[in-house]
């Protein structure tokens, strides 16, 4: 699936062009494979615009980019062998030439596939490395996480459960409410489209927010400003709410509480903590294994030509946990 | 000078009231003094606000709340004898009777009586806490200070200037600007009324900006947040810009560039340093003996009278440097 033209606001199907192409075979040093899985991620949005950000552009007429999972299907390279499975940044596509740059060797006999595209690939390393290193979570402090029952936030939640943490989940709907509460342990939700959001955390969190991991932006950011503890760490994840937007995104106006509140609001971009993911994977991998952390995923099964209507659904908020399509 | 009325937008001259009163003698424990010069700061604004803030809001009916350097009158205080010079938060009054709580004996022989207000008192403590604890300067960091003609931005500028910074000040018209760059040794100075920040900043700060010390908020810290460098600092001080609006503050809407950059924003408010003021005190005092700080103030000669009026001037911009009121 290749990038045809800049989308502006929402994504638009003409935005994308599917092209067949002759597959090639692996050259020396490098392995080809079939994709069997790909992660659909809100920072797509972002690679889309022609802007300076932490990763240049996609640019028009490539293969869109993607973190996915791959079966190796011939290998030139040491280090891959045919049926091997795979993760790394091979893009919107069902067949992958690699040379072995970012690719990863997983055992899908400890964790299915798509696990490695979420609570043990990227959204996993976020919620870890965002709640815990940028975050500075202690045990037992509050924690709100917006987004909660996305793919970082699902996971985000239940790590600062595992410590301790009193922990108040804002979601869209009453069933990812309930979910958040019931089978993932959270101690509150919030439905933000049915309450007063700055209301529900005067109630939910009343000695104030000490982390507040933001996936969303916007007016939500903008309530938990007004309801941080002392020393508030607000860890800036991404912005969801805002990323279709034409025009320049809303700016938290209560930023000031900053000031009042002796409060740090922090951005950060996962990749800076590659050396670390296996120590984190291992960390939520016995977290799966003990039932402290459930694995929420949303795996919609189709081919390549699904990826564009496949994305929307994150920016509607269609999905709960990670969203993948999986190639059939 | 008693608080009449809360202020809507900019502070009128009926939402003072000036009260006659008998002075009152020193009871046991306390000391009675006359105020030499009243501190005029931005923070006073936000005191007039009735909301939850760093300190409870100036009551209707009190007197306003205002840093001040006395002498000492009468005393049956022993750490106080008539003839000490003292600082405090004693109000704008000409008479104050004191229990010496918070109350600072200080030697006017070394610095002006005015400058215990200023470089020496809660502006340069604000400055030095504000870039070396929370702007975590490091040597040789590109620096940017908004308000930098101001009481806190010419010691913050120029503190960093000490520890070999590149330093770029921000201000309002070419005479202050001129100020920065002859005078005080920055390294450039942009004047917001007549210049884009955003293009000055990338011809000032070609390789970003390492700590951005933001004392106005608004169009200006939306600006230096799209020139920021890898994990940069911005220090909340105060939005001036802003305090007078009878809307929400803009929020900045560049917030993402915090993501993107790895950078922090952080608040503070400089009382949670009082146990380090004595060695940031001896620190500046230092650089004012060899030189390398340069002492502004900007002296109204009045009565409390001019207190509403010269107040006003912070928010115009009319003052160079620290804004004192010297009772005469």
Chains 1, 2 share one sequence.
């Not at 002759?22 to 690679?47: H, K, N």
């Not at 889309?48 to 190796?72: F, H, K, N, Q, W």
């Not at 815990?132 to 793919?151: F, I, N, Q």
């Not at 409410?177 to 007063?196: Q, S």
Request: charged content about 20%.
């Amino acid at each position: 699936m290749r990038l045809a033209a800049r989308p502006v606001g929402d994504v638009k199907p003409e935005d994308w062009q599917h092209c067949s192409e002759t597959v090639e075979d692996p050259g020396p040093g490098q392995f080809a494979g079939r994709t069997l899985a790909i992660s659909l991620d809100p920072a797509m949005r972002g690679w889309l615009d022609d802007r300076p950000s932490y990763l240049p552009p996609v640019g028009i007429g490539d293969v869109m980019r993607a973190g996915t999972i791959i079966e190796v299907t011939a290998s030139n390279h040491p280090g891959f062998q045919p049926g091997d499975h795979v993760t790394g940044v091979f893009g919107v596509q069902e067949h992958v030439v690699s040379d072995g740059k970012g690719a990863l060797k997983v055992d899908t006999s400890l964790a299915p596939a798509s696990t490695y595209l979420g609570a043990l690939g990227m959204p996993g390393m976020t919620a870890y490395f965002g709640l815990l290193d940028v975050g500075a979570l202690k045990d037992g402090e509050t924690v709100v996480v917006s987004g909660a029952a996305g793919a970082v936030g699902t996971i985000a939640g239940q790590i600062a459960k595992a410590r301790g943490c009193r922990v108040v989940g804002i979601a869209g709907g009453p069933e990812k409410c309930a979910m958040l509460t019931g089978e993932l342990g959270f101690d509150a939700a919030i439905d933000y489209r049915a309450e007063d959001v700055r209301k529900a955390l005067r109630e939910h969190a009343p000695d104030g927010i000490d982390v507040y991991f933001d996936n969303v932006g916007g007016d939500i950011l903008d309530a938990a400003l007004t309801r941080l503890a002392m020393h508030a760490r607000v860890v800036i994840c991404g912005a969801i709410s805002q990323y279709n937007n034409t025009t320049p995104p809303a700016g938290p106006s209560n930023y000031l509480s900053l000031l009042v509140r002796r409060a740090r609001m922090e951005g950060f971009v996962v990749f800076d903590y590659a050396q670390r993911y296996a120590q984190a994977a291992q960390e939520i991998s016995e977290l799966i294994g003990a039932g402290r952390i459930k694995v929420k995923e949303h795996v919609v099964k189709g081919s390549v030509d699904d990826f564009p209507e496949t994305l929307q659904m994150l920016f509607r908020g269609e999905n709960v946990g990670k969203l993948v399509l999986e190639l059939v």
